[in-house]
C-alpha cells in the first residue's frame, strides 16, 4: 500500500511521532481542538524514566539560575527557548499542570528550589510533585534519610553524608543522619524493583506493616526522605503515609523505574485514552509521504508490513539521542534516523571529547532546527515543509539534563506546534 | 538438534540485545512479574540473563514468562524481548525435557483443529464432562490441566459444515476476499466466523473460504518448534490456493500475529509463502475501519445504546495497529467502548491453562475481569478466542469478538443482549 489513505470525516488529522512528554501532551491539546490525532510510538515514552518533576531552567554556564523566567535572555540564540518564549513554556506548564491535577503536582511557583537527588546530590527545578515538596532544601532543616533493605538502588548512608556536607547557596546547611528498615514487599522477596515495592504500599496491608518500621527510626521534629516508592496507582499513598506516620516525608527520585515519572505517565496515558487520541504503540516510523513541500502521510512499519497514515500535520516528537532519533555511526556522522532531517552537525568528531568527567560534550546540542512556529528547517533556513513541526528532545541547541531545561523545552514546543497548527481556529 | 532448535539457539546469540539500554521499561509493564516473585521480570530472564547462556539454559525462571509479548511492544529500543524469551524457553525445553505427563500436555493443549476435531460429533457429552469438577480435578492431578481454567465449548456444528448448509449469500459487488477462521473459529468460536462472514457479505464481498488447519501459534508456544513451522506453511499453502492477490481476513487475532510476524521471528521462518500472506492478512476490524475510513463503504449503523468494555489481547497489541475495534466499535451511534487499559488477561494462549501457572494467570487478569464486571455485567469485547474464555470464566460476562457488535448494528441479527 503505497500513497496515504484517504479518510472518511472533515476534522484535520495529526499525526504524533513520539509518546513522551512533548508527543501526549501535542496530542492530548490536539484532541481538544477536535483534531483526530494518531500518535505513533515505537514503545513507552521516556517520561516514565524521568524524576517526575518539571524542569524549566536550572543551570546556566555553570551556576544555580533562581529565576528561570528571567534566565531566558541570557540564552545564546541558538537555544531552543529563543524560538518558544517565555509565553509558550508558561503556558505548557500550566497545561500539564492541569492534566496532571494537585494530586500529582504541586503549585507552580516562580523560583527553583533545590531537592535531594539519589546520591544526595542538590538538583535544582521549578515544580515537583505533592510528595516531594518536604525535601526542599533549608537551612538547619533536620533530616532523616530513611532506606529500605529490600530496595537496593537506594544507599541512605551515601545520600546522607552527602547532602550533609554539601553548603547551600544561601549559606548554611541541612542537619542530616541517616537510617534503614527492613521491610520485604513481598513474601520470599528479598530484592524488589521501586515499582514493585511502590504497588505494594498501593495495599492497605503493606502501608500499615511500613508506617510501624519508619516511626521506628524516625525521630519527632525530623522531616524523613524516602526512596520513592510511596504507592504508583494511588496518588495519595504518600498522603496517607505522611499523615499516619505523623512527620513531613518526602520522596527522593530514583534512578529508573522511576516511580514518579511512571505516576505521570500513567496519568497522560489516561488522557490520551480518554480523549480517543488513536495510539498506534509497537509501530515505527520509516518516512514521510509529500506532494511538494505539504506532508501528506506517514509511513509506518507495523506487523505484517508498511502501513501509511494519510496525516494534514505532523508533530515530530521523537526524543533525541538517548531514544535513537539521532545517532551517531561509526563514521562519527550524525543524522535524525527516522526521517533523514537536516541536523546542525553532521561530524561528531570535534564534538566528543575524550574527558569523561569534563565539560558536556557538544555533541549533544545537536539536533533539529525550527523556526518560531516549530516548523524543521533546512540548511538554508527555510521550513522544509508547511506541515512538519518539531517538539521536545530532538530540537538542537540545549543540553538538557545539565542545564535542567528537558520538560519545559518539551512542553514549550509541543504548545507552539500546537498553536500553529491550530491556527485561526477558535481555542477550545 | 533441528533446524528449527538451532534457529533458536543462533538467533539467541545475534538477537537485539545490544539495543538494550536497561531503562526497566519492560520490567514495569510485565504482567507477571506483576503479580508473582517467581518470574524476576522479561529484563532479568532475557537481555541480562541472554549473556550468561552460551546456547545453554541456566535460569529456569524463564518458565514463568507467559509470552504474552508486552515487553517487546513496550521497548522503545526495539529489543525484541518476547521473542528472545521464547526462543530460550524452546531450548531449555529440548535441554531439559519436562516431566511425560506435562510433556504429553502441552502437545495436547497445543493441538486445537484436533481437540475440535474430536469434541464436535459428541459435543454434548464433551461438554458436561468438561464441566464435570471431579473429573477436572482428577485431569489436573494427572496431566497438569488446571480444574478451575477455561475450556471452550464443544459446538455440534462445524463453520465448514454451516457453509454446506446455509443458503447461497447475496451476489458480491465488490472482489473476493478470503476469510482466515483459525482452529477455533472452526470448531469452537464458529457464531464469531459466520458472523465476520455475514458482514462482509453485507458490505459486498465475495468471501472465500478455503479448506485449512492450524497456524502453528499454540505449538510455537509451547516450544514444539517443528510441528509449528509445518503447520503455519500448510495453512499458508490453504489460504493461497484461491487467490494470490487477494486480502485475507481473520476474526482470530492471535492467529493473525502469529502469521504476520510471529512465525517469521520466533521460528525464523523466511518462506516467501509465509511473507506473501503476512504482508495480505488484516485482523478484522483493521481490515474494516481501513475500508470505513477509505470513504469507499459507508455502513448504515443502527442506534445502539450501549457501554461496551474492550480488552485488546496482548497477541493483538503486539501488532503495533492501535485498537482499530474500539474506534470500529464506536462508529456505531450511541456507542460508548471502555477500554481495559490492561496488558493482559493472563491466559496468554494456552499459559493459564497449566495447573502450575493457573494462579498466576487469574491473578494477571484479575483487573480485566474487574473492569469488565463494573462497565457491563451482559456484553464485553475482546479480539481472539481464549482470551474470550478466560475472561467470561474469570468475569461470568458472556463477551464476543467486537464484529459480533457491528453484525448486529447493521440489522444482521438480533440476539445480543443490548
Known amino acids: 500500500m503505497n500513497g496515504p489513505v484517504p479518510r472518511r470525516g472533515t476534522a484535520p488529522r495529526t499525526v504524533v511521532v513520539g509518546a513522551g512528554l512533548a508527543g501526549l501532551v501535542s496530542a492530548i491539546l490536539l484532541r481538544r481542538h477536535g483534531h483526530q490525532v494518531v500518535l505513533v510510538a515505537k514503545g513507552l515514552g521516556g517520561l516514565q524514566l524521568s524524576q517526575g518533576t518539571i524542569d524549566v531552567l536550572g543551570r546556566l554556564d555553570g551556576r544555580l539560575v533562581d529565576d528561570p523566567w528571567a534566565a531566558f ?8 527557548y529563543r524560538r518558544i518564549g517565555v509565553e509558550a513554556v508558561r503556558r505548557g506548564v500550566d497545561v500539564l499542570a492541569g492534566l496532571l ?27 515537583v510533585p505533592p510528595s516531594m515538596a518536604a525535601g526542599a532544601a533549608r537551612d538547619g532543616r533536620r ?20 547532602l550533609a556536607r554539601t553548603e547551600l547557596p544561601g549559606g548554611g546547611r541541612l542537619q542530616v543522619r541517616h537510617a534503614s528498615i527492613d521491610l520485604g514487599a513481598r513474601p520470599g522477596e528479598v530484592d524488589s524493583s521501586p515499582v514493585v515495592y511502590a504497588r505494594a504500599l498501593d495495599q492497605a496491608h503493606t502501608r500499615e506493616k511500613f508506617v510501624r518500621a519508619v516511626k521506628a527510626v524516625a525521630e519527632p521534629g525530623e522531616v524523613i526522605g524516602l526512596p520513592a516508592v510511596l504507592g504508583v496507582d494511588d496518588p495519595l499513598a504518600w498522603a496517607d503515609l505522611q499523615q499516619r506516620i505523623g512527620q513531613p516525608v518526602f520522596e527522593i527520585a530514583l534512578q529508573p523505574p522511576s516511580v514518579p515519572g511512571m505516576r505521570f505517565n500513567q496519568a497522560l496515558l489516561a488522557h490520551t485514552r480518554r480523549e ?25 512499519q507495523t506487523a505484517g508490513g508498511e502501513r501509511t497514515i494519510g496525516c494534514d500535520h505532523v508533530v515530530h516528537a521523537p526524543g533525541g539521542f538517548e531514544s535513537g532519533a539521532l545517532a551517531v555511526d561509526s563514521h562519527n556522522r550524525v543524522s535524525e534516523t527516522i526521517f533523514g532531517l537536516p541536523v546542525t552537525a553532521t561530524d561528531a568528531t570535534e564534538l566528543i571529547h575524550g574527558d569523561y568527567w569534563g565539560a558536556p560534550q557538544p555533541l549533544f546540542e545537536v539536533g533539529v532546527r525550527v523556526d518560531d512556529q516549530m516548523r524543521v528547517l533546512d540548511d538554508r533556513g527555510r521550513a522544509m515543509y508547511a506541515n512538519l513541526y518539531a517538539a521536545g528532545g530532538i530540537l538542537a541547541g540545549a543540553i538538557r539534563w545539565r542545564e535542567k531545561s528537558g520538560e519545559g523545552i518539551a512542553l514549550g514546543s509541543a504548545v507552539k506546534a500546537v498553536d500553529a497548527i491550530t491556527a485561526g481556529e477558535d481555542r477550545p | 538438534m533441528t533446524d528449527d532448535l538451532n534457529h533458536a539457539r543462533d538467533e539467541l546469540m545475534r538477537a537485539s540485545l545490544d539495543h538494550c539500554v536497561k531503562c526497566t521499561i519492560c520490567e514495569t509493564q510485565c504482567p507477571v512479574a506483576r503479580v508473582t516473585p517467581l518470574f524476576p521480570g522479561p529484563k532479568f530472564v532475557g537481555p541480562q540473563a541472554e549473556r550468561f547462556r552460551h546456547g545453554e539454559s541456566v535460569d529456569e525462571s524463564l518458565d514463568y514468562c507467559s509470552g504474552c509479548g508486552i515487553c517487546t511492544h513496550v521497548c522503545p529500543q526495539g529489543v525484541k524481548i518476547a ?19 506435562k510433556g504429553l500436555r502441552d502437545q495436547v493443549i497445543s493441538r486445537t483443529t484436533v481437540m475440535g476435531k474430536a469434541m464436535t460429533p459428541v459435543a454434548p457429552v464433551a461438554n458436561a464432562a468438561l464441566g464435570i469438577g471431579l473429573l477436572r480435578k482428577a485431569v489436573e492431578k494427572v496431566v497438569g490441566v488446571a480444574s478451575g481454567a477455561p475450556m471452550p465449548t464443544a459446538r455440534t456444528e462445524t463453520l465448514r459444515a454451516w457453509l454446506r448448509r446455509r443458503p447461497a449469500p447475496p451476489a458480491a459487488t465488490r472482489e473476493p476476499i478470503v476469510f482466515f477462521h483459525g482452529c477455533a473459529g472452526g470448531y469452537f468460536e464458529v457464531e464469531t466466523s459466520k458472523r465476520t462472514i455475514e458482514v462482509l457479505e453485507h458490505l459486498g464481498f465475495q468471501v472465500l473460504v478455503p479448506k485449512q488447519g492450524c497456524c502453528g501459534l499454540a505449538q510455537q508456544s509451547n516450544g514444539l518448534f517443528e510441528n509449528a513451522r509445518t503447520s503455519v506453511l500448510d495453512l499458508c499453502d490453504a489460504l493461497r490456493s484461491v487467490g494470490k492477490e487477494l486480502t485475507i481476513v481473520s476474526s482470530s487475532g492471535s ?17 516467501p509463502r509465509l511473507l506473501d500472506v503476512g504482508a495480505r492478512i488484516r485482523e478484522t476490524s483493521e481490515f474494516l475501519l481501513e475500508l470505513f475510513e477509505s470513504g469507499e463503504v459507508l455502513p448504515e449503523f443502527r442506534r445502539v445504546e450501549a457501554t461496551i468494555p474492550y480488552h485488546q489481547p496482548c497477541q493483538v497489541k503486539a501488532q503495533g495497529m492501535g485498537m482499530p475495534a474500539l474506534t470500529l466499535m464506536e462508529m456505531v451511534p450511541g456507542v460508548r467502548v471502555v477500554e481495559s487499559g490492561q496488558p493482559c488477561c493472563g491466559i496468554a494462549g494456552t499459559y493459564g491453562l497449566k495447573e502450575e501457572k493457573y494462579d498466576i494467570a487469574q491473578a494477571v487478569g484479575k483487573p480485566v475481569f474487574e473492569m469488565v464486571k463494573a462497565t457491563n455485567p451482559d456484553l464485553a469485547t475482546c479480539d481472539t478466542e481464549t482470551c474470550r474464555w478466560q475472561i467470561e470464566k474469570g468475569s461470568g460476562v458472556r463477551t464476543v469478538h467486537p464484529i459480533e457488535l457491528l453484525h448486529f448494528a447493521l440489522g444482521l441479527s438480533d440476539d445480543l443482549p443490548l
Do not use: W
Request: hydrophobic share 40%; charged share 20%.
Open chain 1, 73 to 80: 535572555d541570557e540564552l545564546p540564540d541558538s537555544h531552543p
Open chain 2, 83 to 101: 521473542e528472545l524469551n521464547i526462543m530460550a524457553k524452546a531450548v531449555m525445553k529440548a535441554d531439559q525435557p519436562p516431566p511425560v505427563m
Open chain 1, 101 to 127: 491535577g494537585p494530586d500529582l503536582l504541586a503549585p507552580v511557583g516562580e523560583r527553583n528550589q533545590l531537592y535531594p537527588t539519589a546520591v544526595g546530590a542538590l538538583r535544582p527545578t521549578l515544580v
Open chain 1, 276 to 300: 480517543r487520541v488513536r495510539t498506534m504503540l509497537g509501530a515505527e516510523v520509516i518516512g514521510l509521504v509529500n506532494e511538494g513541500s505539504t506532508v501528506t502521510g506517514v509511513r509506518v
Open chain 2, 255 to 271: 492467529c493473525t500475529g502469529m502469521l504476520k510476524h510471529e512465525a517469521h521471528h520466533i521460528l525464523g521462518v523466511d518462506d
Open chain 1, 143 to 162: 533530616i532523616v534519610i530513611v532506606g529500605i533493605d529490600q530496595v537496593k538502588d537506594f544507599h541512605p548512608e551515601l545520600v546522607a553524608g552527602n
